[in-house]
């Protein structure tokens, strides 16, 4: 599966970006879907994830900010970041998790099995 994000970019503070991010070469359907985000000199941590059934969980710090969605017939998973803030500034990754499960999500990284390259977001003050 390859993961493909896009819609990165400069906002102000208080402003909104979409991300999304586009799988390929798999059955996207499978995957349990995430978005992680790393900021400069810091680790890389959850965000947010949805399982295939479309169950959604949150990182409290962007909870009730940012919605994560998904589009199978797409195989594209979504980020609607709304009210951002400077420290939401990172590298923004989806990643995808192989499961049986249509239930499941998981916030741990290193169960996911495909990541995409990364795309940029920096929030201005």
């Known amino acids: 599966v390859q993961l493909v994000e896009s819609g990165g970019g400069l906002v102000q503070a208080g402003g909104s970006l979409k991300l999304s991010c586009a799988a390929s070469?798999?059955?996207?359907?499978?995957?349990?879907m995430g978005w992680f985000r790393q900021a400069p000199g810091k680790e890389r941590e959850f965000v947010t994830t949805?399982?295939?059934?479309?169950?959604?969980y949150y990182a409290d710090s962007v909870k009730g900010r940012f919605t994560i969605s998904r589009d199978n017939a797409k195989n594209t998973v979504y980020l609607q970041m709304n009210s951002l803030k400077p420290e939401d500034t990172a590298v923004y990754y989806c990643?995808?998790?192989?499961?049986?499960?249509?239930?499941?999500?998981?916030?741990?990284?290193?169960?996911?099995?495909?990541w995409g390259q990364g795309t940029q977001i920096t929030v201005s003050s």
């Open positions: 949805i399982s295939r059934s479309g169950s959604t």
């Open positions: 990643a995808a998790d192989f499961t049986i499960s249509t239930t499941t999500w998981t916030t741990v990284g290193s169960m996911y099995d495909y």
């Open positions: 070469g798999g059955f996207f359907s499978r995957y349990t």
